[in-house]
């Protein structure tokens, strides 16, 4: 099975920038130091959108992430930023291996 991409978007309401930032950093701090499977995981300012970031995250495969999507620290995330984001777009990859 090859890697999966994910590739994950979101767009801060100005009054929770900070808030969400901080959840952001935890997040990317949790997975990295708990995820099994989890090849990379990095966090991304958009330069050309105010307040927009994006994950990069490769996975070994679909049930490494699928674990990830269940641990308590992406959960916590998930329901804490409810309200707080103005949009958010998440593409999944497989990685095609040349």
């Known amino acids: 099975m090859n890697n999966i991409v994910v590739i994950a978007n979101l767009?801060?309401?100005e009054e929770f920038l900070t808030l969400v930032y901080e959840a952001l950093v935890r997040l990317h701090k949790?997975?990295?130091e708990n995820d099994k499977?989890?090849?990379?995981?990095?966090?991304?300012?958009d330069i050309s959108r105010e307040n927009s970031y994006t994950f990069i995250e490769i996975?070994?495969?679909?049930?490494?992430?699928?674990?990830h999507t269940q641990k308590e620290h992406f959960q916590e995330f998930t329901h804490f930023i409810d309200g707080k984001i103005v949009d958010m777009s998440v593409e999944k990859l497989e990685e095609i291996a040349l």
């Open 11 to 13: 767009t801060i309401k």
């Open 59 to 67: 996975w070994e495969n679909e049930e490494a992430l699928k674990l």
């Open 30 to 32: 949790m997975t990295n």
């Open 37 to 45: 499977g989890c090849i990379s995981y990095k966090l991304h300012k």
